[in-house]
Protein backbone atom coordinates (compact mmCIF):
# COMPACT_ATOMS: atom_id res chain seq x y z
CA UNK A 1 0.00 0.00 0.00
CA UNK A 2 1.42 3.66 -1.27
CA UNK A 3 1.94 6.30 1.54
CA UNK A 4 1.35 9.74 0.99
CA UNK A 5 2.49 12.47 1.62
CA UNK A 6 1.36 16.19 2.61
CA UNK A 7 3.14 19.12 0.32
CA UNK A 8 4.71 20.61 3.76
CA UNK A 9 6.55 16.78 4.75
CA UNK A 10 6.94 15.92 1.37
CA UNK A 11 8.66 19.41 0.83
CA UNK A 12 11.03 18.83 4.41
CA UNK A 13 12.18 15.25 3.25
CA UNK A 14 13.24 16.06 -0.75
CA UNK A 15 14.80 19.82 0.67
CA UNK A 16 12.98 22.23 -1.07
CA UNK A 17 10.35 24.40 0.23
CA UNK A 18 6.45 23.92 -0.26
CA UNK A 19 6.13 27.39 -2.66
CA UNK A 20 8.76 25.36 -4.49
CA UNK A 21 6.45 22.58 -5.40
CA UNK A 22 3.94 24.63 -5.74
CA UNK A 23 5.55 26.40 -8.87
CA UNK A 24 6.48 22.97 -10.00
CA UNK A 25 2.76 22.09 -10.21
CA UNK A 26 2.25 25.06 -11.80
CA UNK A 27 4.81 24.87 -14.41
CA UNK A 28 4.03 21.26 -14.76
CA UNK A 29 7.24 20.31 -13.59
CA UNK A 30 5.77 17.74 -10.37
CA UNK A 31 1.99 17.34 -9.98
CA UNK A 32 1.20 16.22 -6.63
CA UNK A 33 -0.26 12.37 -6.71
CA UNK A 34 -3.83 13.90 -5.68
CA UNK A 35 -5.17 16.60 -4.45
CA UNK A 36 -8.09 16.65 -2.45
CA UNK A 37 -10.99 19.02 -2.75
CA UNK A 38 -9.95 21.11 -0.13
CA UNK A 39 -7.10 21.83 -2.14
CA UNK A 40 -4.19 20.22 -0.06
CA UNK A 41 -1.86 18.35 -1.97
CA UNK A 42 0.11 14.90 -2.03
CA UNK A 43 2.58 13.08 -3.03
CA UNK A 44 3.10 9.32 -3.28
CA UNK A 45 6.25 7.04 -2.21
CA UNK A 46 6.84 6.50 -6.14
CA UNK A 47 7.22 10.76 -6.74
CA UNK A 48 9.70 10.85 -3.72
CA UNK A 49 11.82 7.88 -5.20
CA UNK A 50 11.61 9.78 -9.02
CA UNK A 51 12.82 12.95 -7.02
CA UNK A 52 15.37 11.59 -4.92
CA UNK A 53 16.87 9.37 -7.60
CA UNK A 54 17.59 13.57 -9.48
CA UNK A 55 20.18 15.30 -7.84
CA UNK A 56 19.18 18.79 -7.41
CA UNK A 57 21.23 21.43 -8.03
CA UNK A 58 23.65 23.59 -5.79
CA UNK A 59 24.32 20.53 -3.24
CA UNK A 60 27.53 20.91 -1.44
CA UNK A 61 30.54 18.76 -0.06
CA UNK A 62 30.72 19.12 3.81
CA UNK A 63 34.39 18.22 5.48
CA UNK A 64 33.09 16.95 8.94
CA UNK A 65 35.80 16.96 11.54
CA UNK A 66 35.60 15.69 15.46
CA UNK A 67 37.70 15.33 18.27
CA UNK A 68 36.45 14.17 21.93
CA UNK A 69 37.46 16.36 24.29
CA UNK A 70 38.55 20.41 24.60
CA UNK A 71 42.00 19.39 25.21
CA UNK A 72 42.06 18.27 21.99
CA UNK A 73 41.10 21.60 20.03
CA UNK A 74 45.01 22.07 18.67
CA UNK A 75 44.26 18.66 17.20
CA UNK A 76 41.00 19.77 16.04
CA UNK A 77 42.56 22.66 14.00
CA UNK A 78 44.76 20.72 12.06
CA UNK A 79 42.34 18.15 11.45
CA UNK A 80 39.86 20.96 9.90
CA UNK A 81 43.20 22.90 8.22
CA UNK A 82 43.93 19.52 6.71
CA UNK A 83 40.09 18.67 5.25
CA UNK A 84 40.22 22.50 3.88
CA UNK A 85 43.32 22.02 1.82
CA UNK A 86 41.95 18.92 0.16
CA UNK A 87 38.62 20.17 -0.46
CA UNK A 88 40.00 23.43 -1.57
CA UNK A 89 42.48 21.28 -4.32
CA UNK A 90 39.39 19.88 -5.57
CA UNK A 91 37.61 23.14 -6.55
CA UNK A 92 34.31 22.50 -5.42
CA UNK A 93 32.61 25.02 -3.06
CA UNK A 94 32.15 23.34 0.32
CA UNK A 95 31.68 23.65 3.86
CA UNK A 96 33.14 22.50 7.46
CA UNK A 97 30.90 21.02 10.11
CA UNK A 98 33.20 20.39 13.46
CA UNK A 99 32.40 18.48 16.73
CA UNK A 100 33.50 18.42 20.25
CA UNK A 101 32.78 15.17 21.74
CA UNK A 102 32.67 11.08 22.17
CA UNK A 103 32.63 8.93 18.64
CA UNK A 104 30.13 6.94 20.39
CA UNK A 105 27.86 9.98 21.30
CA UNK A 106 25.25 10.40 18.39
CA UNK A 107 23.57 13.85 19.78
CA UNK A 108 26.41 16.01 19.09
CA UNK A 109 24.88 19.26 17.55
CA UNK A 110 27.01 18.60 14.76
CA UNK A 111 26.75 15.07 13.65
CA UNK A 112 22.68 16.15 13.71
CA UNK A 113 23.34 19.09 11.76
CA UNK A 114 24.92 17.01 9.17
CA UNK A 115 23.03 13.54 9.40
CA UNK A 116 19.59 16.36 8.85
CA UNK A 117 20.84 18.19 6.03
CA UNK A 118 22.05 14.79 4.31
CA UNK A 119 18.26 13.88 4.83
CA UNK A 120 17.25 17.14 2.88
CA UNK A 121 19.23 15.93 0.15
CA UNK A 122 21.35 18.80 0.83
CA UNK A 123 24.39 17.88 0.87
CA UNK A 124 26.25 15.71 -2.51
CA UNK A 125 29.58 14.80 -0.48
CA UNK A 126 30.85 14.17 3.18
CA UNK A 127 34.63 14.39 3.22
CA UNK A 128 36.76 13.14 6.77
CA UNK A 129 40.25 12.71 7.08
CA UNK A 130 39.67 9.59 9.68
CA UNK A 131 36.91 7.02 9.40
CA UNK A 132 36.70 7.05 13.06
CA UNK A 133 36.19 10.90 12.65
CA UNK A 134 32.63 10.62 11.82
CA UNK A 135 31.39 7.86 14.65
CA UNK A 136 33.21 5.04 16.75
CA UNK A 137 30.57 2.38 16.17
CA UNK A 138 27.76 2.98 13.40
CA UNK A 139 30.11 4.50 10.49
CA UNK A 140 28.09 2.17 8.46
CA UNK A 141 24.14 2.92 9.32
CA UNK A 142 25.19 6.62 8.35
CA UNK A 143 27.12 5.81 5.23
CA UNK A 144 23.92 3.70 4.15
CA UNK A 145 21.55 6.60 4.69
CA UNK A 146 23.45 8.82 3.13
CA UNK A 147 23.21 6.37 0.20
CA UNK A 148 19.87 6.72 0.18
CA UNK A 149 20.59 10.36 -1.09
CA UNK A 150 22.94 9.90 -3.38
CA UNK A 151 25.47 11.60 -0.88
CA UNK A 152 29.50 10.09 -0.83
CA UNK A 153 31.38 9.63 2.23
CA UNK A 154 34.95 10.01 1.36
CA UNK A 155 37.67 9.32 4.00
CA UNK A 156 40.78 11.09 3.10
CA UNK A 157 43.47 8.75 5.03
CA UNK A 158 42.31 4.65 5.80
CA UNK A 159 44.76 4.19 8.51
CA UNK A 160 43.86 4.17 11.98
CA UNK A 161 45.15 7.02 13.66
CA UNK A 162 42.81 7.19 16.99
CA UNK A 163 44.89 8.33 20.31
CA UNK A 164 45.27 5.79 22.93
CA UNK A 165 43.57 8.39 25.50
CA UNK A 166 40.63 8.80 23.63
CA UNK A 167 39.87 5.26 23.05
CA UNK A 168 40.38 4.59 26.61
CA UNK A 169 37.86 7.61 27.09
CA UNK A 170 35.48 5.65 24.53
CA UNK A 171 35.94 2.54 26.64
CA UNK A 172 35.02 3.98 29.49
CA UNK A 173 31.96 5.20 28.55
CA UNK A 174 31.05 2.16 27.33
CA UNK A 175 31.05 0.41 30.17
CA UNK A 176 30.11 3.02 32.63
CA UNK A 177 26.94 3.15 30.58
CA UNK A 178 26.37 -0.65 31.14
CA UNK A 179 27.63 -0.70 34.19
CA UNK A 180 24.09 1.85 35.42
CA UNK A 181 21.77 -0.83 33.83
CA UNK A 182 23.67 -4.01 36.02
CA UNK A 183 23.62 -4.06 40.01
CA UNK A 184 24.80 -5.85 42.50
CA UNK A 185 28.24 -7.56 41.93
CA UNK A 186 28.01 -6.98 38.15
CA UNK A 187 28.03 -3.18 38.94
CA UNK A 188 30.58 -3.14 41.36
CA UNK A 189 33.05 -5.57 38.84
CA UNK A 190 32.39 -2.78 36.06
CA UNK A 191 32.78 -0.28 38.10
CA UNK A 192 36.17 -1.71 39.49
CA UNK A 193 36.97 -2.06 35.91
CA UNK A 194 36.55 1.50 34.57
CA UNK A 195 38.72 2.93 37.81
CA UNK A 196 41.45 0.51 36.78
CA UNK A 197 41.00 1.82 33.38
CA UNK A 198 41.54 5.69 33.99
CA UNK A 199 43.86 4.92 36.92
CA UNK A 200 46.13 2.43 33.69
CA UNK A 201 45.71 5.69 31.59
CA UNK A 202 46.89 8.24 34.28
CA UNK A 203 50.38 6.37 34.83
CA UNK A 204 50.69 5.98 31.12
CA UNK A 205 50.31 10.01 30.63
CA UNK A 206 52.73 10.13 33.63
CA UNK A 207 55.24 7.98 31.98
CA UNK A 208 54.79 9.65 28.47
CA UNK A 209 55.48 13.09 30.41
CA UNK A 210 58.43 11.79 32.20
CA UNK A 211 60.10 10.51 28.67
CA UNK A 212 59.35 13.59 26.75
CA UNK A 213 61.29 15.33 29.95
CA UNK A 214 64.43 12.84 29.70
Given amino acids: MSKYYSIHEFSKIIGVSAQTLRNWDSNGKLHPHHTTTSGYRYYSDEQLSQVMNVKPRNRITIGYCRVSSHKQKDDLERQIDNVKTYLMAKGQPFEIISDIGSGIN ?56 SEQQELVEDLVQIITVFSCKLQGKRANKAKKLVQELIQEEENNGKSRKGNVRT
Fill in 106 to 161: YKKKGLRELIKRISQNQVEKVVILYKDRLLRFGFELVEYIASLYNCEIEIIDNTEK
